[in-house]
Nanobody, 126 residues
Framework: QVQLVESGGGLVQPGGSLRLSCAAS????????MGWFRQAPGKDREFVAA???????PYYADSLKGRFFISRDTAHTTYLQMNYLEPEDTAVYYC????????????????????WGQGTQVTVSS
C-alpha cells in the first residue's frame, strides 16, 4: 500500500518561490504516476501537475506552465517547484498517486489517483 506525506508549504510573498515535497512509501510506488492537485477555499480540487512513473514525462495545467515544475527522484520523492507565486496560488496542495497505465487524459483527472496525502497549505500574501 502506498502512503504519501507532503511537506514544504508555508507563507510566501507574491513573486516568491516554494518547493513542495511528497515522500512516498510502499513496494509498488516506483510504478505509480504521481500528481499534484490543489484546492482553494470554496473551489473544487484542480489539477496542477503530474509525472509518469519513469519521471521523464511531465504534465501541467495550462495556466501554470512555465511557473510550476514537477520532478521525482529514485528515492520515491516527488517535488513541485513553484516560482513567481501569486495570491491566486493560495490553496491546500495535495500529492497523489495512481497505478499505471494512464491514458493521456487520465493524468488530469483526480479520479485516476487512488492514494492521497494529507495536504500542505500554501499561502501567497504580502
Amino acid at each position: 500500500q502506498v502512503q504519501l506525506v507532503e511537506s514544504g508549504g508555508g507563507l510566501v510573498q507574491p513573486g516568491g518561490s516554494l518547493r513542495l515535497s511528497c515522500a512516498a512509501s510502499g513496494r509498488t510506488v516506483s510504478s505509480y504516476v504521481m500528481g499534484w492537485f490543489r484546492q482553494a477555499p470554496g473551489k473544487d480540487r484542480e489539477f496542477v501537475a503530474a509525472i509518469n512513473s519513469g519521471g521523464a514525462l511531465p504534465y501541467y495545467a495550462d495556466s501554470l506552465k512555465g511557473r510550476f515544475f514537477i520532478s521525482r527522484d529514485t528515492a520515491h520523492t516527488t517535488y513541485l517547484q513553484m516560482n513567481y507565486l501569486e495570491p491566486e496560488d493560495t490553496a491546500v496542495y495535495y500529492c497523489s498517486a495512481g497505478p499505471q497505465p494512464f491514458s493521456r487524459a487520465s493524468y488530469y483527472e483526480p479520479t485516476s489517483y487512488d492514494t492521497w496525502g494529507q495536504g500542505t497549505q500554501v499561502t501567497v500574501s504580502s
